[in-house]
């Protein structure tokens, strides 16, 4: 019962939002559910919401979110899975060496904390916010790198589920095309299914939606490597044995293991269509959940707070991913 106290007022606020938001989402599919979900939940992030509804809201924009991955798991085959994350290895190892790059390069440019770099590179190049927590205790940063990197990593996702659909239509994406441009250089994976939910609404197709969500789990795989690579850097560069002990259990992302899971039963049993579509409409729901929830969470007025070097950086890191990922797709022949 306490976790139920604990929990459920700030998930009856996310469900308060995402109602009104997927009707508005029926209406106007060109925007979709999401999108409405995110500016709901920023409009009423500036409202008096008590402490008592912080662990809901983030419950939601994380456990919620992620059982909606798991979902979208049982209305895929895993032979596509397996060819979908296979083709856009190599667009994601040169977006995560790009941010990598640009962030050591900028930050060197600019002037800013190399912890505080670190942790906004990671967050851009592979899956924002659980890489930044996932990679923190790694290189000791505190908690004010901590705040700086998140708060601009949500406004950048904010900024990416709004306009990646827009941008799509206007460069002639096909379906696989902004799947795969979404799945690479969106930050989180909660935008990445915003984006592509958003694009599935308008189209009427839910490819671009599959494609973005394989090729982002396949992504966020890369927090693994990532963070063991910067443990030993760490270690290496202290000279001592006082860095923090690196669980895999602690780093890895088991939701990535259900999604796979649920693909696995998708694909050996028949399940009925009628039950595969509902877990798919009951996905989307909870995708629109976790956006009010991502709008709560963002604040701009302590984001601008931070300063403006944070914001370029991250920028940078963004706009470079794109474009990397753009000419990669070019180059390998996909759009």
């Not at 899956?127 to 700086?148: L, N, R």
């Not at 379906?175 to 930050?187: E, H, L, S, Y």
């Not at 798919?280 to 070097?309: E, H, P, R, Y």
């Amino acid at each position: 019962m306490s976790i139920f106290k604990k929990f459920s007022p700030g998930i009856l606020l996310t469900l308060a939002i995402a109602f009104p938001a997927w009707y508005m989402g029926k209406i106007f599919p060109v925007i979709g559910a999401p999108v409405f979900a995110i500016l709901l939940g920023l409009f009423a992030a500036y409202l008096p919401i008590k402490e008592s509804y912080r662990p809901g809201i983030n419950f939601t924009s994380k456990k919620i979110l992620q059982l909606a991955i798991v979902f979208l798991g049982f209305g895929m085959n895993m032979m596509e899975i397996y060819k979908v994350g296979a083709q856009s290895l190599t667009i994601i190892l040169s977006t995560i060496s790009t941010s990598l790059i640009v962030s050591f390069i900028i930050a060197k440019m600019i002037n800013i904390p190399s912890k505080a770099a670190t942790l906004i590179g990671v967050g851009s190049s592979i899956c924002g916010g659980s890489a930044v927590a996932a990679t923190a205790p790694v290189i000791a940063a505190d908690d004010e790198d901590v705040a700086k990197a998140i708060s601009v990593i949500f406004l950048f996702n904010v900024v990416a589920a709004l306009i990646f659909p827009i941008l799509g239509r206007w460069f002639g994406f096909s379906d696989i095309g902004f799947g795969m441009w979404a799945g690479t250089a969106i930050n989180d994976t909660s935008s990445v299914v915003a984006a592509g939910q958003t694009w599935a609404n308008f189209n009427g197709s839910d490819t671009a939606l599959n494609y973005a969500t394989i090729v982002k789990l396949t992504r966020t795989l890369a927090i693994i490597p990532i963070t063991l690579i910067l443990a030993l850097y760490r270690s290496f560069n202290e000279k001592s044995s006082s860095s923090k002990e690196i669980k895999l259990s602690r780093i890895f992302p088991w939701f990535i293991l259900y999604f796979v899971i649920a693909a696995i039963i998708s694909t050996a049993f028949s399940i009925p269509q009628d039950i595969t579509k509902s877990l798919t409409q009951l996905s989307k729901f909870f995708i629109t959940m976790a956006m009010s929830a991502i709008g709560l969470n963002t604040d701009f007025i302590k984001l601008v707070k931070t300063g403006g070097k944070p914001i370029l950086l991250g920028l940078c890191c963004w706009v470079s991913i794109a474009l990397v990922s753009l000419f990669m797709q070019r180059f390998l022949g996909i759009w």
